[in-house]
């Protein structure tokens, strides 16, 4: 114990910092009166960096696989400078032009049909498909998905393939039609029934952020979606009766 407290003590004594002496007043005073006749120099200008611009369309979030070993550095987000020299706003117009499926006709009229819809061509200069409000509804499934929709009518699909905007569009896989005096329900279809529509637009949907994250084991992952979607405008339901008297102007 005796050794421990004298080690203890030329520690502390070797640790503890040396108070500094106070200067004079004699000296202070010459250290101010030199400061004051020396000339003073310009002030040197600063020259800031150009700003680094970074595109939003060309962003990525860095990920790694489930099977990396190394996780112990944090992710962090990199920019790819393939497409930088894009406008922005790129973004929305690369989803309207998709690369050729090489597919055949008939296998695209086959794959369409399965979907529920099947394409008819080209919306005419002169053609004017819009026509005023009518009483019906009709619900009809495109993919996995049912819609109730009326002649007027926009709704938001998954993105249809194999066609492109202002192309007319017969829904065919039609489960109910209805009005103010008869309803027609189909098993499970409506063989005679038809939805005309028409492509208004090919969008993105809101950016959806994906996190994952394991305690304790360094372990984050952040990943975004943007869901592609076709965006169809209601022109006509056909296969029920609608009284004409009944139709009101838009």
Not at 128 to 155: C, L, R, T, W
Request: aromatic share 6%; with cysteine; glycine share 6%.
């Amino acid at each position: 114990m005796a050794s421990r407290r004298c080690l203890l003590r030329v520690l502390s004594s070797h640790l503890v910092p040396r108070r500094s002496q106070p200067l004079a007043p004699f000296s202070i005073a010459n250290r101010t009166l030199t400061f004051l006749t020396e000339p003073l120099s310009p002030p040197v200008p600063r020259v800031l960096a150009p700003p680094r611009l970074y595109y939003p369309s060309c962003c990525h979030f860095a990920t790694r696989s489930s099977g990396d070993e190394d996780d112990g550095d944090d992710e962090e987000e990199h920019y790819d400078d393939e497409g930088s020299e894009g406008e922005w706003g790129e973004e929305d117009e690369a989803v309207a032009a998709k690369k050729p499926s090489g597919k055949t006709e008939e296998e695209k009229v086959t794959e369409a049909a399965e979907i529920g819809y099947k394409v008819v061509g080209p919306l005419g200069a002169d053609e004017k498909p819009f026509k005023p409000y009518e009483p019906v509804f009709a619900v009809v499934q495109i993919g996995s998905h049912q819609f109730k929709v009326s002649n007027g009518d926009s709704i938001f699909t998954e993105r249809l393939k194999f066609c492109d905007v202002n192309d007319k569009l017969v829904l065919n896989r039609v489960l109910m039609l209805g009005s103010q005096t008869q309803t027609v329900i189909g098993r499970p279809i409506l063989p005679e029934a038809a939805v005309h529509a028409i492509v208004e637009e090919h969008a993105l949907d809101a950016k959806v952020v994906i996190f994952k994250k394991k305690r304790r084991k360094n372990y984050r992952r952040t990943k975004g979606h943007r869901q592609e979607l076709t965006k169809l405008r209601i022109t006509n339901i056909e296969g029920i009766d609608k009284p004409e008297s009944a139709a009101v102007a838009a």
